[in-house]
């Protein structure tokens, strides 16, 4: 069997334009048995102006009739396309299958350079392309079988006439690639505990959950789709629900990498009186992050509800093991209430800045904006809208914006407006300033202007 793929590379050697010397060993066997075998096949060309899938016809096509004498040990059934943007280059991934009693797939990436395909070809496919310069690039391929995947990492050097493959150990987290849902948002939940399958409790051992100590109402299911697309043979990932008091569920993914079992939540749903959400997302190759909020009810009454949320935003660093080291923090409060005036539902909704510091005061902004509902339920307008800045220490506010400030976006209101303060009157001391939407027109912009007042400790509204 590999004596084929040996007489394949031969071809290439002997018929296409020069490639660059292999570093891969398998090529290296493959020329040197091949060398003595004299048989002309033409060399597969492409125009630069081919769309992508008459040049993916054109390589099968260019195979299956070049190599019709291994059909009986191996069978090249398709290609895909892999470039980036603007790329001097296109690989050709090309799938086949050795023919016997088990099933055994394969792939090769395959190089396509300046309207010509290379003789040098990497065992495996390729589904990410670093680069590195304008000539550099770093390929990730996946040299798998039927059982697992196998990883390999190449740097690959694009000359005038010539393509240079070396294998390295210098890449960046690959499996960020591989995982199939980056975003949790829980919006589909049930769905997914619907399709999963339900431990019994002589099964829970699978998690190193004791089956004697889960309550009646705990439950465990196990999810059919995986974490990653590709599970390494040095590990493999388990993603669960996990199902407690009252209706509240977490979804887990468990990792054992080496005989090392690591976890990380990536939603949580649900509660009693009090609500817990958690999203979670893998931003990039090197940044997690996970935000819970917690849901409390502060307020019942015949004509009044209201509810207190405070949110824990947490950002992590991790890596190929998915091991999490923590790079910042932030809490966020935030309260809802809601109403009816003139038999017309109103909401309140009151924001609190995280704390920040400013001319030697601990402070945090309280917004406050008043939400009109049309009797459809759909919002009509927002009115009211204000800020107070609060000292920390003494809870009582220290600057009093005019109403009706324009806000760009909601998050933002959980923010310090640190590049708001400047010293306008150079006492030392920094002011604060604010665009007012009321005053300002289509051709001028006015904003509201705040001088801080050393003895008493506050901002005074200044014209």
Known sequence: MKKINYFLLSIYMLLLINGCKSVVSKQIEKAAIAEEIDVKIPPFEYKRDDVDSIL???FIKYYKDNYAKDSSQTNYYGAELLYQKDSIFKVINLYGDYVGATYNPFAESHIAYRNKLYAEFIYG???RIDKLSPSKYLFYTDDFNRLSSS????????????????PTSNYRNYKYDLIQKKKETLENLSDEIGKSR?????????LDVDSLTIEANENYYVSPEGFLSRENSDGYSIVYYHQKYGDETEKVVRFIIEDTVREITLGITGGDSDGYKMT???VNDSVFVQSLVHKETIKESNDTMGYAFDSIVTKFRYNEKFELDTISKDT????????????????????????FKINGLNCFWITTTEVIFRANGTPLKAKDISRK???????????????DMIIGKENDLFYSLIDNFKDFNFDGYLDFSIYNSVCSGASHAFYDTYLFNPKTKKFDYRK
């Open 56 to 58: 993916l016809r054109s």
């Open 125 to 127: 496919e390729t589904f």
């Open 151 to 166: 990883f390999h990492f190449y740097n690959v050097t694009f000359n005038n006439d010539s393509v240079v493959i070396e």
């Open 198 to 206: 339900k431990l019994e409790r002589n099964e829970l051992y699978t």
């Open 280 to 282: 979670s997302e893998f």
């Open 332 to 355: 966020f409060k935030y309260k809802k209430y809601r109403f009816k005036r003139y038999n017309q539902p109103v909401e309140n909704h009151i924001f609190y800045s995280m704390p």
């Open 389 to 403: 800045l609060i000292n920390s220490e003494t809870k009582k506010p220290i600057l009093s914006s005019q109403n």
